[in-house]
């Protein structure tokens, strides 16, 4: 995840494509122990609040067992599922760089770990977020689908000058998706899944609002890089997001979205589909403090 990254330099010892090696073996007890305990937070209040998806992919890949995981083992398990790797680059990575691993099923992920400071809150994507966050769902076939296509999509936007645009499908899907399970409400994606805080939030709180997934609507709408989201986006189902997202020609939305202005992060329009218009009432607490 995260954003704005047009000028960074890559870093001596990092390939040409930016990756580095994990270097597994030198993850230190304390390190292996600050995933533990994310680790277990998070697998004692996920089961009926993410999507199941994701607890398969927990199991498929072995990701129950204590300690970070070993990325050449992760990877093993993930080809043999859906052919995907993951592969550790040293943080940020430009957006063609991205996007191009992303087009050919290779995920890019921090190999560092968060410290006992940073608990709850940190700016950069760490080895949590990226592989707890996003490696359960790359073992669904339908979803490593709709990652390889954003890559694709990614490389495509980025010659129609249009990444800003690409960029809040993945904000509002990839990261911080919500699926709709009969009745219920789920959580899927990797910025609500890796946090405590918005996993129940995102679920659970008054605050925010709930709107029904609109391919065009969501990359008009802006986002918070800084706090809780404002809104959430529910999907129908990852083969419904996936069929969009194949289907759709982007090069005409990217036009039409040109001479239109983006929408706040809290706006309802009278076309959404509502499950709930929030109160905002954690976002306004905010703004006083
Ligand atoms: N780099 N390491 C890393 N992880 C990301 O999630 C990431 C990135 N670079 C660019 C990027 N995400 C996004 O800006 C794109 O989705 C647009
Ligand atoms: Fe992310």
């Known amino acids: 995840m995260r954003m704005a990254n047009a000028n960074i330099e890559r870093p001596e010892g990092a390939a040409e494509d930016w990756t580095i090696p994990q270097n597994w073996g030198a993850y230190t007890p304390a390190?292996?122990?600050?995933?533990?305990?994310?680790?277990?937070?998070?697998?004692a209040?996920?089961?009926?609040?993410?999507?199941?998806?994701?607890?398969?992919?927990?199991?498929?890949?072995?990701?129950?067992?204590?300690?970070?995981?070993?990325?050449?083992?992760?990877?093993?398990?993930?080809?043999?599922?859906?052919?995907?790797?993951?592969?550790?680059?040293?943080?940020?990575?430009?957006?063609r760089v991205f996007f191009d691993h992303l087009a050919n099923r290779r995920f890019v992920a921090g190999r560092f770990i968060r410290t006992p400071e940073q608990l709850d809150y940190l700016q950069e994507p760490d080895i949590f977020h990226d592989v707890f966050g996003h490696v359960p769902l790359l073992a669904n076939p339908i979803f490593a689908d709709y990652m390889q296509a954003y890559g694709e999509g990614g490389l495509r936007a980025d010659g129609l000058g249009a990444i800003e645009n690409l960029a809040r499908l993945y904000w509002y899907t990839v990261e911080f998706g919500l699926i709709r399970q009969g009745s219920d409400l789920k959580l899927y994606g990797a910025g609500i899944v890796s946090s405590y805080g918005e996993s129940l939030f995102a679920l659970d709180d008054p605050s925010p609002n709930r709107l029904g997934f609109d391919l065009k609507r969501l990359m008009r709408t802006q986002y918070r890089i800084d706090d809780f989201q404002q809104s959430y986006f529910v999907i129908d189902s990852f083969e419904d997001l996936l069929r969009q997202t194949i289907e759709t020609d982007f090069a005409p939305l990217y036009d039409e979205l040109r001479g239109q202005q983006a929408l706040e992060v809290a706006t309802v329009l009278p076309q959404d589909h509502v499950f709930n218009i929030g109160t905002q009432a954690y976002a306004k607490t905010k703004e006083i403090a």
């Open 31 to 43: 390190e292996h122990a600050m995933w533990d305990q994310l680790f277990e937070r998070q697998a």
């Open 45 to 95: 209040m996920l089961p009926g609040r993410v999507v199941q998806e994701f607890i398969d992919g927990l199991d498929m890949l072995r990701m129950t067992k204590p300690g970070i995981p070993d990325f050449d083992e992760l990877s093993e398990r993930l080809m043999r599922a859906t052919g995907w790797q993951v592969v550790a680059v040293p943080g940020l990575v430009p957006d």
